[in-house]
């Protein structure tokens, strides 16, 4: 059971640096979008988020969850089932058929690069199962995994 908590402990660590990297780069997009957001700019995001379809199952994950916070500025927290793991080819693809959309390319980058590393971790019988990316002020991702 120790040597389990140990696996989840070094997969953590790389988890939290390589997506906490990741969000250093894309940080300051994420800032400049939400720091003087409307509720029109609110709803739009969202709009664009929820109107993915297609494009949500051909990477490999599903939308399952949304929270919001509507302060000053908004809040998203988007829930993602992680599905099955896509080709370097069909993210690329799917990247260049969204290209323009802020947001959305941040969304499909931080999901490609979350599964990436918990795909490349050997945690036993526990898989990716969520990822969970909040959108603000205060960026963050968040991986959950189950047997």
Do not use: C
């Amino acid at each position: 059971m120790e040597n389990i908590f140990e696996k989840a402990k070094e997969a953590f660590e790389k988890i939290s640096d390589g997506v906490t990297d990741f969000i250093q780069m894309d940080k300051t997009e994420v800032i400049n979008e939400f720091k003087n957001a409307t509720k029109e700019k609110a709803n739009a995001i969202l709009e664009e988020v929820t109107n993915l379809g297609e494009h949500m199952s051909k990477s490999g994950f599903e939308l399952i969850e949304i929270n919001t916070s509507l302060g000053l500025p908004p809040t998203f927290s988007l829930t993602y089932h992680f599905l099955n793991d896509v080709s370097d080819e069909d993210r690329k693809n799917i990247l260049e058929e969204n290209k323009g959309k802020k947001i959305i390319t941040i969304i499909l980058k931080t999901l490609f690069r979350s599964s990436a590393y918990a795909l490349s971790l050997k945690l036993g019988t526990f898989k990716l199962n969520e990822v969970s990316i909040q959108l603000g002020l205060l960026p963050e991702v968040g991986l959950k995994f189950k047997k």
